[in-house]
């Protein structure tokens, strides 16, 4: 079983550039997610969809784009990076709220 | 506003000796506290979800427990495998989470 697989890995930017990570989960789950996480610093939720074509802001949306055109990915667009978007980027998914949701491994993402 | 902190920042343990890791929170109506692991250059693992005061779960060498303000973790004679960051989180709606910032356990053989 793959659960919830990111990719790329790693990426390193330049500042005005942009890229969208790819986030891909084949256990059929409505509820997905996308956070950062930062030294110091709880996950904090970007982005997240309870279902195709439903998305919603979270905490720290500025920056970022999602689209959810398919059950099964979940793609985050960085639109014009910045120095403050460097951090591990992790998506989510779970059979819908109040459940345990699934991470992926990260995407680490550097932004000079 | 709706917050969850964990102590300590980090823990050193020697094998075998137990601790507890401390996830208060400040959240109207709880809905759900759940626990995670974090190995370096992964994703959080799940570990328990807890839904009210009084409850526990068990697994392994691992027992959370929950309040009405906090919750805890607690490792029974922990082995070096046991190493990792333990990341708290609770339920503040429907779909959204708030994590804690992570207690780091080291466990020296």
């Known amino acids: 079983n793959a659960g919830v697989t990111q990719t790329p890995k790693f990426q390193v930017l330049k500042t005005g550039q942009s890229m969208t990570l790819q986030c891909a989960q084949d256990?059929?789950?409505?509820?997905m997610s996308w956070y950062r996480q930062d030294p110091g610093m709880g996950l904090r939720l970007i982005h997240y969809?309870?279902?195709?074509?439903?998305?919603d802001q979270g905490e720290v949306p500025n920056g970022y784009n999602v689209s959810r055109s398919t059950t099964e990915d979940f793609p985050l667009r960085l639109l014009s990076a910045a120095p403050s978007q460097t951090s591990v980027y992790f998506c989510?998914?779970?059979?819908?709220?109040?459940?345990?949701?699934?991470f992926g491994d990260g995407t680490r993402l550097s932004i000079l | 506003e709706d917050q969850v902190t964990q102590s300590p920042e980090a823990l050193r343990l020697q094998e075998g000796e137990s601790s507890s890791l401390n996830c208060s929170y400040t959240?109207?109506?709880?809905?759900?506290l759940f626990w995670y692991r974090q190995d370096p250059g992964k994703g959080p693992e799940f570990l328990f979800t807890?839904?009210?005061a009084g409850e526990e779960k068990e697994k392994e060498r691992l027992k959370a427990t929950l309040t009405k303000k906090e919750s805890f973790l607690h490792i029974t004679a922990p082995k070096p495998e046991d190493s990792a960051t333990y990341l708290c989180?609770?339920?503040?709606?429907?779909?959204?989470?708030?994590f804690g910032a992570g207690t780091t356990v080291t466990v020296r053989a």
């Open positions: 989510a998914s779970s059979i819908g709220g109040y459940q345990p949701q699934h």
């Open positions: 256990m059929n789950h409505e509820y």
């Open positions: 969809s309870v279902g195709a074509g439903i998305t």
């Open positions: 959240v109207s109506g709880l809905r759900g």
């Open positions: 807890l839904y009210s």
């Open positions: 989180a609770v339920q503040i709606d429907d779909y959204k989470l708030s």
